[in-house]
């Protein structure tokens, strides 16, 4: 069992952190409390001072402690995420704060390997989580109330994420499969068929990962790439680039497939939903678009056609990323349409858009014999097929 880290800025929540440490050490974790408050001056209770935090930072305790909170609280994050990376004994982190808090603690918990326990109870927790949460497994908990005193909401809230974070701290490791070769793959609710159909034909002899391409599913695989977690991959549903390149909601970064091509994995690629730009409600959509073909997936999700010119565009920068794998790859080409709205009669039904796609695609590379036409949809059997002969060669 590791330490439990419970982390915040003592000088303004000392009271709320000792509570909470409490109730973590009666439910048996063995608690550490960290201040990582910017003020400079010492604060009662905590058993790694914000000092000796700071002094974690690259320019030691002075770049920390400069009289300005904007500056102070980044290099303060800084510091704590140079302070954990030093330890071995991190079993799970707790932090609380507001906005400022959040940002400050929530860096050194992405820093974390996946599967520490990591939960920030937050003011923020009930907006836009991704930049706090990233590609990581951090939990967020909405602390309902102001961090500011403890009271009949507070300690009802409080006493919930001391407990989970205690229960997962220390409870025994789980079985992970890691006996197996973990297989990364990325679906959408438009490629489902396919990739249920590869994790039939992959068997038992694998850990089969599989990422909701939402924005954040490809950057978190490409960060278990990068951790040596993940022996191959299977990035059959790229959508998130369609995202980045149009003005999505579901982008990843444009640092996607760079770890791909540092880590040199075996990586089988196709285009599956690059047919669609993802927005939330309706009413969501940017006027530009109005008079675009859109599809309703439901009350929150509206879906977005992509066009030939944006084709073009992303089977570009698609190219220029294939160009700079390092490892054995292969990119698949599904002529039949490449996602389950891309068929003859539904609403995104476009071959000239997909030809635009597959043509860039194919004019970019520099080995035009890793990227491959199959003249089948993304979901059909036949693919699913072709996808598991190109992954077997690319693993040999």
């Given at each position: 069992m590791g330490t439990a880290y419970v982390i915040g800025t003592f000088d303004t929540k000392g009271a709320e952190l000792a509570w909470v440490a409490e109730l973590m050490a009666a439910d048996g974790a063995d608690v550490r409390r960290v201040d990582v408050s910017t003020s400079g001056?010492?604060?009662?209770?905590?058993?790694?001072?914000?000092?000796?935090?700071?002094?974690?930072?690259?320019?030691?305790?002075?770049?920390?402690?400069?009289?300005?909170?904007?500056?102070a609280v980044g290099a303060m994050a800084q510091a704590l995420r140079a302070f954990l990376a030093g330890r071995d004994d991190v079993g799970g982190v707790l932090g609380l704060g507001g906005s400022g808090g959040t940002a400050l603690v929530t860096p050194a918990m992405r820093d974390l390997p996946v599967g520490v326990p990591k939960l920030m109870v937050s003011t923020v927790a009930s907006g836009d989580t991704a930049p706090y949460v990233g590609a990581s497994d951090v939990a967020m908990l909405h602390a309902f109330t102001d961090v500011a005193g403890l009271n009949r909401i507070?300690?009802?809230?409080?006493?919930?994420?001391?407990?989970?974070?205690?229960?997962?701290?220390?409870?025994?490791?789980?079985?992970?499969?890691?006996?197996?070769?973990?297989?990364?793959?990325?679906?959408?609710?438009?490629?489902?068929?396919?990739?249920?159909?590869?994790?039939?034909?992959?068997?038992?002899?694998?850990?089969?990962?599989?990422?909701?391409?939402?924005?954040?599913?490809?950057?978190?695989?490409?960060?278990?790439?990068?951790?040596?977690?993940?022996?191959?991959?299977?990035?059959?549903?790229?959508t998130e680039v369609a995202d980045l390149l149009v003005g999505g909601v579901m982008a990843c970064g444009p640092d996607r497939l760079d770890a791909i091509a540092r880590a040199a994995v075996p990586w089988v690629g196709s285009c599956g939903a690059l047919d669609m730009v993802n927005f939330g409600a309706r009413a969501t959509?940017?006027?530009?678009?109005?008079?675009?073909?859109?599809?309703?997936?439901?009350?929150?999700?509206?879906?977005?056609?992509?066009?030939?010119?944006?084709?073009?565009?992303?089977?570009?920068?698609?190219?220029?990323?294939?160009?700079?794998?390092?490892?054995?790859?292969?990119?698949?080409?599904?002529?039949?349409?490449?996602?389950?709205?891309?068929?003859?009669g539904a609403a995104f039904h476009d071959p000239e858009a997909d030809a635009a796609l597959f043509a860039a695609i194919e004019s970019g590379v520099g080995s035009p014999g890793n990227v491959r036409r199959v003249a089948h949809h993304v979901n059909d059997p036949e693919f699913a097929d072709a996808v598991l002969s190109a992954w077997q060669e690319v693993r040999r």
């Open positions: 001056a010492a604060s009662p209770g905590p058993d790694v001072t914000a000092a000796e935090v700071a002094a974690c930072h690259p320019g030691g305790a002075d770049a920390v402690f400069t009289g300005d909170r904007g500056s507070s300690r009802r809230v409080l006493g919930n994420a001391a407990h989970m974070l205690a229960a997962a701290a220390t409870a025994p490791p789980p079985e992970t499969g890691a006996d197996l070769p973990a297989v990364g793959l990325t679906m959408f609710g438009v490629t489902t068929p396919l990739v249920t159909a590869v994790r039939e034909r992959l068997g038992d002899g694998v850990d089969a990962l599989v990422f909701h391409a939402t924005g954040s599913g490809g950057p978190s695989m490409e960060k278990l790439v990068d951790s040596g977690l993940v022996d191959s991959v299977l990035d059959l549903t790229t959509v940017p006027e530009r678009f109005a008079d675009r073909v859109l599809y309703e997936h439901n009350a929150n999700v509206t879906l977005m056609r992509t066009t030939v010119d944006e084709n073009r565009e992303i089977g570009a920068w698609l190219a220029a990323k294939l160009n700079a794998l390092t490892g054995p790859w292969r990119f698949l080409l599904p002529l039949g349409g490449v996602s389950a709205l891309d068929t003859p």
